[in-house]
């Protein structure tokens, strides 16, 4: 499964998104926006963070797997 992980400029998770498949294709998908300083980062989410609900856990799990500048 993809996920967008969105960084500011010392590295912080600020946002995630699980990344969906529109039913309809002329829809899209969408997906969060990096605003200014931030960057986006589209990985693979590790399978055992699939299951993981909680936005902060979450973020303090994924630390590791983005990639750095």
Do not use: F, N, Y
Request: proline share 7%; hydrophobic share 30%.
């Amino acid at each position: 499964m993809k996920i967008t992980v969105i960084t500011s400029q010392d590295g912080k998770i600020v946002g995630t998104a699980r990344r969906g498949t529109a039913t309809k294709p002329e829809a899209g998908d969408g997906g969060p926006v990096a605003g200014p300083g931030q960057s986006v980062h589209v990985i693979d989410l590790p399978h055992e963070l699939e299951g993981v609900e909680d936005a902060g856990e979450l973020h303090r799990r994924l630390k590791g797997h983005i990639p750095s500048r």
